[in-house]
């Protein structure tokens, strides 16, 4: 398939993932099973581990939905309206983040050009922790637009929140609103003050169902949204099937321009006072990337810690002297 200057049409489904480890594999087959999208390509660095995990999941569509699947090398990119960067080292037990960043720019400094030089008009899509940093350093590398380049930021994080206060609450997680802002890491704020269920602050909706939400029963929450990657890393190596989910799902929201809003993450103007940085806030998602960035509501304090996570992310991405 060639090249073309023009940008990729709506109604093209074609996705790429670079990087088939359990990140990259996991999504290609959360995406497989959902039936997003009607094309696949996998690249890797180890080709022979590229082929395995297509054909692993291919084997597996019959059980799902149709898609062609392949793996391929940086040319087959061409023509795909979403490339997936989960191509990385992984992080190791006790390991933060952000002690991944020197080891995965290197690999970015590698791989981006790459793709670039095949899929010009694709929407960017990183999953490759520290993610905040990881996002603004492929913007910068490919020299696409902001809006065009997103990571998934704390999407998994929100997941998470929602999850435990469904629990808390007995209801389902589709049906709590509320967020994590900020970095996709230890600074990450839970946006408390404009969480709701059922249309109502989430307060009043605890004192309703009579269990008011005590600073110890917040604390916990926090600490076990926080701390989850590292208890998951901790136990089995890795985190994969969660963010496998999520990048399926935004992909979903991309190729098929939903425009749903998500807390993925993309070089803002600002925020909180802090210019030009990679960080996760509510954005409007369609088909050529962010569509539009929400402003939420937030306490004083919690606009605070969203300037300190912020300030953090553009110190670490400026050392980088990018």
Known sequence: ????????????????????????????????????????VLI??????????????????????????????????????????????????????????????????????????????????????PLDVMTQVATRLSGLPSSRVLGSGTMLDTARFRSLLAERFQVSPRSVHAYVLGEHGDSEVLAWSGAQIAGLPLDRFADQCGQPLTAQIRQEIDHDVRRAAYQIIDGKGATNYGIGAALARLARCIVHDERSIFTAC??????????????????????????????????????DALRKSAELIRTTFTSLGC
């Open 1 to 40: 398939m060639t090249s073309s200057s023009a940008s990729i049409s709506r109604s093209n489904t074609r996705i790429g993932i670079v990087g088939a480890g359990l990140v990259g594999s996991t999504a290609a087959y959360s995406i497989a099973m959902q039936g997003v999208g009607s094309e696949l």
């Open 44 to 129: 890797d660095r180890d080709p022979k581990l590229a082929e395995a995990q297509y054909r692993d999941i291919l084997h597996a569509t019959p059980f799902s939905h149709p898609m062609r699947i392949s793996a391929g090398d940086y040319a087959d990119l061409e023509g795909c309206a979403l490339v997936i960067l989960a191509a990385g080292v992984g992080q190791k037990p006790g390991e933060s983040r952000m002690q991944l960043l020197a080891r995965n720019v290197a690999v970015f400094a590698d791989i981006v050009p790459q793709v670039m030089r095949h899929a010009a008009d694709a929407v960017l899509l990183v999953a490759t922790n």
């Open 266 to 303: 993309s070089v803002v103007p600002d925020v909180a006072g802090i210019r030009d940085v990679a960080i996760s806030l509510p954005m409007v998602i369609g088909h050529q990337g962010v569509k539009m960035l929400i402003d939420p509501l937030l306490s004083s304090e919690e606009h």
